[in-house]
């Protein structure tokens, strides 16, 4: 707190909220405490959440076969990407060889980055960082992804492309 007795003359605001400089920015072991116990309950909180979302808000499921294209929509080594209707989930649909097709999820499994088919190299790629996987079975062949990429399962109709309804669990 100011005083007469100090060289700096007394601002008006100082009257009204007089602060004591030295121990203004002292953190006290109680109050330290305090502020641990807050962020990690908020912390565990937030990991509940995360954790029990899929239980309480299961994702949607396919219940009747989805036309996703006409076989002539996607060339040889090409690369088509969809969602399923109901579904915030972006895949990508792969067309290997003449009869010879795949369905991934487009989410890398590292950090989610979104991926692409190279036909040059004909891998699945994460250009975020530098992970590849393969293309036929979604397995990792390199770099920090951890787990393989989700599949879809489709056929081949005469009128195209479909994914298959996800049977329900009993």
């Known amino acids: 707190?100011?005083?007469?007795?100090?060289?700096?003359?007394?601002?008006?605001?100082?009257?009204?909220?007089?602060?004591?400089?030295?121990?203004?920015?002292?953190?006290?072991?109680?109050?330290f405490a305090r502020l641990l116990v807050f962020l990690s309950g908020g912390m565990t909180v937030g990991t509940a959440w995360i954790a029990s979302r899929d239980l309480l808000f299961p994702p949607g499921r396919l219940t009747a076969d989805h036309r996703i294209c006409a076989q002539a929509d996607v060339s040889i080594g090409g690369m088509l990407a969809f969602q399923l209707p109901g579904s915030n989930i972006p895949y990508i649909l792969?067309?290997?060889?003449?009869?010879?097709?795949?369905?991934?999820?487009?989410?890398?499994?590292?950090?989610?980055?979104?991926v692409y088919y190279s036909a040059k190299s004909g891998k699945i790629e994460c250009p975020c960082h530098?992970?590849?996987?393969?293309?036929?079975?979604?397995?990792?062949?390199?770099?920090?992804?951890?787990?393989?990429?989700?599949?879809?399962?489709?056929?081949?109709?005469?009128?195209?492309?479909y994914a298959l309804a996800t049977p329900q669990k009993a």
Request: charged share 25%; aromatic share 8%.
């Open 94 to 114: 792969i067309h290997l060889s003449e009869n010879e097709w795949r369905a991934f999820e487009q989410k890398c499994t590292h950090l989610s980055c979104a």
């Open 130 to 161: 530098a992970g590849f996987f393969d293309a036929r079975t979604g397995a990792v062949i390199q770099g920090p992804p951890p787990r393989r990429l989700p599949g879809l399962a489709i056929e081949t109709r005469a009128d195209g492309i």
């Open 1 to 31: 707190m100011s005083s007469p007795s100090d060289d700096k003359p007394i601002q008006p605001w100082e009257e009204e909220f007089p602060i004591d400089h030295a121990n203004a920015e002292l953190v006290n072991r109680r109050e």
